[in-house]
């Protein structure tokens, strides 16, 4: 519509779709791998373990899954643990014979963002905020070590809480444990290549779109010549949809920066944090907390990135932005391109989450991460 009422050349249109190729490729990778290992039985044979393990009771369940979110988040990114772990929870659910699969299914979109910023990796948001000067790992880890522990243990003790009756009952016997085929394992070990692939490139602050897809393909490729499998299907079963909801955030964005509106919010931020970087930082962090909710956190992140760069502000209003572009969407279902992968992925399942269900937990589970966080970032500047 934007091009169609002359308010966007198509040049420059064109020009917002290519900024997001990296984000387009991560995503890629991070669906075939996620499909690939749906197919192969990867998550049907890691949920009848975690059923096991979970030896009947939903808070040792709980606990399991909220773990395993955090290590997935922190290690492969909030985008995979939405479009990998999910299916994975929704499996484990149903093996373990829980009668709500509610309290599980609401770990995989809330840790996806609450431990989304202990690793520059864990979140794509995190590389537009710093755009070309991310800092080093041995620069980021102590910045940002004590917020993402207050975060996770925040929403962990709030989700808990709030789920604390459908998490009294008593799991019924777990099915049998099933055998690791061929492609299953060599699925499991393209996830966990990509891990490694992801952490050496941003350690080299490279670009983690080009790998991700490259992983996701060759796993696909690899498992489909050795299994005689279907290509055909595992490219049918893909949301392909998403990617162009992310194509037209970035095409947003990129009018956005032509109306002149990431100069005039630089200037006011500028002046801002002359008078108190501190202000500013909860200032901003408000403001994007209830912004993307309102337009999603890509959008939201990618116009905050911009005008952070622009204006040349102190390291802690900087920091204040990542952590409310990185929690606030815990707020909503619509608030991040990871609970909309969540919500895609619970669909595919059968499973339905309503907006206003999401709502009422998210309420309770956002703030106090947001607060304990940006107080501990603040301190420590």
């Known amino acids: 519509m934007l091009v169609l009422f002359g308010l966007l050349p198509p040049g420059e249109a064109l020009a917002g779709v290519e900024r997001g190729t990296d984000v387009y490729l991560f995503l890629t990778g991070m669906m075939l791998l996620a499909e690939l290992a749906r197919l192969e039985g990867l998550f049907d044979w890691l949920a009848a373990h975690a059923a096991g393990h979970a030896r009947g009771s939903a808070r040792r369940l709980f606990i399991l899954v909220y773990a395993v979110g955090t290590l997935v988040t922190v ?14 929870v929704a499996a484990v659910v149903r093996a373990a014979g829980a009668r709500e699969a509610l309290p599980y299914l609401l770990v995989c979109a809330f840790i996806a963002n609450a431990a989304s910023f202990v690793l520059p990796i864990s979140n794509p948001a995190n590389l537009v905020i710093y755009g070309a000067h991310m800092p080093p ?21 709030v989700l808990r809480l709030t789920q604390r009756r459908a998490l009294r009952e008593v799991l019924p016997a777990p099915v049998p444990m099933p055998s690791l085929a061929l492609g299953g394992r060599l699925a499991a070990t393209g996830i966990a290549a990509t891990a490694v692939a992801l952490l050496a490139c941003s350690a080299r602050d490279l670009p983690l779109g080009l790998p991700t897809c490259l992983a996701g393909v060759l796993t696909t490729v690899l498992v489909l010549i050795l299994t005689r499998g279907s290509a ?6 893909i949301s392909w949809g998403i990617l162009p909801l992310v194509a037209g955030l970035f095409v947003l964005v990129q009018a956005l920066e032509r109306s002149g509106l990431t100069a005039v919010l630089a200037r006011g931020l500028e002046t801002l944090a002359s008078g108190s970087a501190v202000l500013a930082a909860w200032v901003c962090a408000v403001a994007l907390a209830i912004g993307c909710n309102l337009a999603n956190n890509l959008l939201a992140g990618l116009l905050a990135g911009r005008v952070v760069q622009i204006a040349h502000v102190p390291e802690q209003v900087r920091s204040a932005v990542l952590i409310a572009v990185d929690l606030g969407p815990n707020l909503s279902v619509t608030g991040s391109l990871a609970t909309i992968l969540w919500l895609t992925a619970l669909r595919r399942d059968g499973q339905h989450v309503g907006a206003l269900d999401f709502l009422r937990a998210g309420a309770l589970v956002m703030p106090p991460a947001l607060i304990l966080a940006l107080a501990a970032a603040l301190v420590r500047s």
């Open 137 to 157: 790992l041995a620069t980021w880890v102590p910045r940002y070590a004590l917020p993402s522990v207050l975060s996770i243990i925040a929403t962990y003790l």
């Open 75 to 88: 290690f492969l990114s909030n985008d995979a643990t939405a479009v990998v772990l999910t299916p994975a």
């Open 232 to 237: 055909r299907q595992v490219v049918r079963e």
